[in-house]
């Protein structure tokens, strides 16, 4: 049982063979797929999606890249979207200081109004984050303070201690193919220690695609590669882990039903 944490099944590469796609993702073990909006525009085709697959779901929300261009999405709208059966998750959100691609306070209220929404509905919050260690783990901390809420650091990058603290706040650790690179020593460290119980994989297809698929479109199919290195890397069974991520993901996405 492989459980494909966040993918963009709607995003170019995947959209045009979807069902393709889907069919060879089934075929080696992938049980579950959560398909991730970016943007509103987005949010009526990753439902569609979600809504024609059972084993597929959907999140809601503004990625940080996008937070100019949506001023109105408020913490209203998130929760009135995030109440559609198959939206088990809010996101992605968060903070990316690396592209700069939307004003940083911007990024910074989004991201807020994202926490809220899951403060409310008890969704966990998807969490992209990237040059931004401090700015995210500060209003992740502040907000934690107020009201608790689950989450997930997805594709995580960040430094050992970003994620000890972000255990600490009591979220879970996304790890994508980028662990296969020959040149992610640094995650590959990180990803040895983490407790099993606070682990998930993901593709971020059609991104990322893990070696030996590196520099193709990425595709759910793909996670069971991802898992293959991690449990080498960990020297845990590679069944046992995949039953451990699967069995977190429901942990944490608890709206979803295996």
Same mark, same amino acid.
């Given at each position: 049982?492989?459980?494909?944490?966040?993918?963009?099944?709607?995003?170019?590469?995947?959209?045009? @063979?979807?069902?393709?796609?889907? =069919?060879? /993702?089934?075929?080696?073990?992938?049980?579950?797929?959560?398909?991730? /909006?970016?943007?509103? !525009?987005?949010?009526?085709?990753?439902?569609?999606?979600?809504?024609?697959?059972? =084993?597929?779901?959907? !999140?809601?929300?503004?990625?940080?890249?996008? #937070?100019?261009?949506?001023?109105?999405?408020?913490?209203?709208?998130?929760?009135?979207?995030?109440?559609?059966?198959?939206?088990?998750?809010?996101?992605?959100?968060?903070? =990316?200081?690396?592209?700069?691609?939307?004003?940083?306070?911007?990024? @910074?209220?989004?991201?807020?109004?994202?926490?809220?929404?899951? @403060?409310?509905?008890?969704?966990?919050?998807?969490?992209?984050?990237?040059?931004?260690?401090?700015?995210?783990?500060?209003?992740?901390?502040?907000?934690?303070?107020?009201?608790?809420?689950?989450?997930?650091?997805?594709?995580?990058?960040?430094?050992?201690?970003?994620?000890?603290?972000?255990? =600490?706040?009591?979220?879970?650790?996304?790890?994508?193919?980028?662990?296969?690179?020959?040149? #992610?020593?640094?995650?590959?460290?990180?990803?040895?220690?983490?407790? @099993?119980?606070?682990?998930?994989?993901?593709?971020?297809?059609?991104?990322?695609?893990?070696?030996?698929?590196?520099?193709?479109?990425?595709?759910?199919?793909?996670?069971?590669?991802?898992?293959?290195?991690?449990?080498?890397?960990?020297?845990?069974?590679?069944?046992?882990?995949? !039953?451990?991520? !699967?069995?977190?993901?429901?942990?944490?996405?608890?709206?979803?039903?295996?």
């Amino acid at each position: 049982m492989l459980v494909d944490s966040h993918c963009h099944l709607n995003y170019k590469g995947l959209a045009e @063979q979807q069902g393709a796609v889907l =069919d060879r /993702a089934r075929a080696r073990g992938v049980t579950a797929m959560l398909n991730i /909006a970016t943007r509103e !525009s987005e949010w009526d085709d990753v439902l569609a999606v979600a809504e024609a697959n059972p =084993d597929v779901w959907a !999140s809601v929300g503004i990625h940080p890249h996008d #937070a100019d261009h949506h001023p109105d999405v408020d913490t209203a709208k998130l929760v009135q979207r995030a109440a559609h059966p198959r939206v088990i998750g809010i996101g992605e959100t968060g903070l =990316d200081y690396y592209y700069d691609k939307s004003d940083r306070v911007r990024q @910074q209220d989004s991201f807020r109004r994202h926490v809220h929404a899951s @403060q409310v509905t008890g969704l966990p919050i998807i969490v992209h984050t990237r040059d931004a260690e401090d700015d995210t783990l500060a209003l992740l901390g502040e907000e934690m303070g107020r009201a608790t809420f689950p989450g997930v650091i997805h594709c995580f990058t960040a430094s050992d201690d970003f994620a000890r603290k972000a255990i =600490d706040l009591g979220l879970f650790i996304s790890i994508s193919g980028i662990v296969t690179f020959k040149n #992610a020593a640094d995650l590959q460290a990180t990803a040895k220690w983490l407790p @099993q119980d606070r682990l998930l994989i993901e593709t971020d297809a059609p991104f990322l695609a893990p070696v030996p698929h590196r520099g193709k479109t990425g595709e759910p199919a793909f996670v069971a590669d991802t898992l293959a290195f991690l449990a080498n890397l960990r020297d845990e069974d590679t069944e046992a882990l995949g !039953s451990a991520t !699967s069995a977190n993901f429901y942990a944490l996405f608890n709206k979803a039903m295996p």
